[in-house]
């Protein structure tokens, strides 16, 4: 039962990317080879196998009691006798039942010191000879052959696995070298006509696309093009494809690797990445180098504790001598995106590094607009739908979330197999980011839909009598995933960017709206309210602590966000920073705002009982209301004193 306005989805990080787009490989060193290198390692190999296997079992191994046996029978014909062994060949006419062995086979045995041998040989007519060993050839099989072989195989898998610098991701000699990926070598597949709602931030990457595509103009005028360009924004409003489309109107190379992947546990493995990296830049020049999520490598030097601080550390000094180095890059330019540059090190944001920093928010209207336009493309659109009312209904979405809302109305719409996306697909697909999926299976109790409809009904009823409140959009009974049992969504006339203290008490009266309606139609609240005391609560702290609208603080600042500018969340993290005096003081001027607001909604919830049991009653029988259905139901009531 919580009042849901203006929520927007989880980002995505890959939601912004251009279906069109085609992902290149990495760029390879091929090295000519030589096959007879190949024939000469497997002719060793196989030779050691012979010599190791083949010579070393020849012939049935027998117990000398056993040879001892088979020459007195008469049985041994020939005989091989080393130092060591006896190896020849026994024959018999026929072989006993009682052996396995066959009537003719050769055979080894380990010699004993028997000075009688040699006569029993001869007595027995056994064609013997003696043989001497080679003392090298145990030294040679066993010890230097295997010393021989070894390097070169690490050569040979040197040869065939690295190239030029060292190795590919699975190499084990490849550690160093760069994992960064060329998409394309003169086309990326993206221009700025698939990249809309960031007009200004496209505007100044025009200048680093002319310059490489006729730097001979700027050079004449002494102007010189940054050597980095920095993308900020929150995630999901196409950091990445901005980029890309910065390559693709260049038609210059573009390599694309993540600042996590320089990092490993290594030490030394980043910086010599770093190296590596720029070293295939510069013989492609000019090209475009872009690391996404530059804060992996960029944070500033000395705030972890650990091994691994070191590592990256030396990651990030390779970065800066690259980009600022005695060495100059020429046609080199790189591009970064990061949604956290409170973390940056100030190193890297200097000018001279990265000279220019490009801010990618939330768009506007006009921006939503543009990007629907973008993404409906290749989509069957039935005529009813209109791109500027679902625009107007999903302020704060990005450009993630918006493909992410065309994607899902196309979804429903091959779900009850249409041949076309409908409005009401796209509006579904809206609530269902908004509010989550409809939960069909959670079946509540009569009273207990009573109370979402009356708490439901009070948002909307204090949201309908304020003055500075968001018009009401839509209000709905039906449980949903991530908005509980119930939802008012409140949707703005205009795109809005500052507050008034005015507007401030007015959006606490809404929230508290459900509560009030509960105490005042049911007797007593439950714990529905819990996530509107929440957010009540956040605005009187940040009114009193941060915006300078409360008597207890006046206008010093006493606490301080914690939170990334790009990574908040519907709750804005506060850090105290004041004197516990103080604290005690602003704890009671904020519970004093929110009495103030309860009192306000209860107020006009009682000048108004008739339509909010009106509105109540048909909520409980509708499950959903529009704007239009709510506004006429409460106008037949007189209007509030």
């Not at 459900?514 to 529905?528: K, Y």
């Amino acid at each position: 039962m919580n009042d849901r306005n203006r929520r927007t989805s989880d980002e995505r990080s890959d939601g912004t990317t251009n279906p069109g787009e085609k992902r290149g490989e990495r760029p390879r060193t091929e090295r000519p080879r030589n096959p007879w290198l190949r024939l000469v390692l497997f002719a060793v190999v196989l030779w050691f196998l012979w010599m190791m296997l083949g010579q070393g079992t020849r012939g049935t191994e027998i117990t000398y009691a056993e040879f001892r046996a088979y020459l007195a029978a008469g049985a041994v014909k020939s005989a091989s006798i080393s130092s060591g062994r006896i190896s020849g060949l026994i024959e018999r006419e026929v072989a006993p039942p009682d052996d396995a062995r066959p009537a003719k086979f050769e055979f080894q045995a380990v010699r004993v010191d028997d000075k009688a041998l040699v006569e029993e040989l001869a007595k027995a007519n056994v064609d013997f000879r003696g043989v001497v060993e080679n003392p090298l050839g145990g030294l040679l099989l066993l010890w230097i052959l295997p010393l021989l072989i070894l390097p070169l195989l690490l050569l040979f898998l040197a040869r065939s696995r690295c190239g030029a610098g060292g190795g590919p991701m699975g190499s084990p000699f490849g550690f160093g070298r760069s994992r960064a990926r060329l998409v394309a070598d003169r086309n990326t597949g993206v221009t700025f006509a698939d990249v809309a709602g960031c007009e200004e931030a496209k505007a100044d990457l025009q200048e680093v696309v002319e310059f490489l595509k006729s730097a001979e103009r700027f050079v004449k005028l002494g102007a010189k093009i940054p050597k980095g360009v920095l993308l900020l924004g929150p995630p999901g409003t196409g950091k990445t494809l901005l980029a890309r489309a910065v390559a693709g109107e260049a038609a210059v190379p573009f390599f694309s690797i993540s600042g996590s992947e320089f990092v490993e546990m290594f030490v030394g493995v980043g910086a010599a990445r770093v190296r590596d990296l720029f070293e295939q830049a510069k013989k492609t020049a000019p090209c475009i180098v872009f690391i996404d999520e530059i804060d992996a490598i960029g944070r500033s030097r000395g705030v972890q504790i650990g091994a691994v601080n070191d590592e990256r550390e030396q990651t990030l000094n390779q970065l800066l001598v690259e980009l600022d180095g005695f060495e100059p890059n020429s046609g080199v330019i790189l591009l970064a995106a990061t949604n956290r540059p409170d973390v940056l090190d100030r190193a890297l944001l200097r000018p001279g590094r990265f000279d220019r920093q490009v801010v990618l928010d939330a768009p506007d209207l006009e921006g939503r607009k543009a990007i629907l336009a973008v993404h409906a493309k290749g989509k069957p659109l039935a005529p009813d739908v209109d791109l500027t009312a679902i625009a107007r209904s999903t302020p704060g979405f990005a450009g993630a979330d918006l493909a992410n809302a065309l994607n899902e109305a196309a979804l429903l719409a091959s779900r009850r197999a249409g041949t076309s996306i409908n409005q009401h697909d796209l509006e579904e697909a809206i609530e269902k980011i908004v509010a989550g999926p409809e939960r069909q299976t959670r079946r509540l109790k009569d009273d207990e839909r009573r109370r979402v409809a009356v708490h439901e009904s009070g948002h909307a009823l204090v949201a309908y009598h304020s003055e500075h409140a968001d018009p009401v959009h839509k209000i709905s009974i039906v449980p949903r995933g991530r908005a509980a049992l119930g939802y008012t969504m409140q949707l703005p006339v205009e795109e809005q960017y500052l507050m008034t203290r005015a507007e401030l008490d007015d959006r606490m009266a809404v929230l508290l709206g459900g509560r009030a309606a509960e105490q005042l139609v049911l007797g007593d609240a439950s714990t529905g309210a819990a996530d509107d005391l929440e957010r009540a609560t956040g605005i009187a702290r940040q009114m009193v602590c941060i915006f300078g609208m409360g008597d207890a603080a006046g206008l010093m600042r006493c606490a301080r966000d914690v939170d990334s500018p790009f990574l908040k969340g519907p709750g804005v993290r506060l850090e105290r920073d004041c004197s516990e005096e103080t604290a005690r003081a602003i704890d009671a001027e904020v519970r004093a705002l929110l009495d103030a607001a309860l009192a306000r909604a209860t107020r006009v919830l009682g000048s108004n009982r008739e339509a909010l049991e009106r509105v109540a009653a048909t909520l409980l029988e509708r499950e959903r209301l529009d704007r239009e259905e709510f506004e006429s139901l409460v106008r037949v009531a007189p209007p509030a004193p």
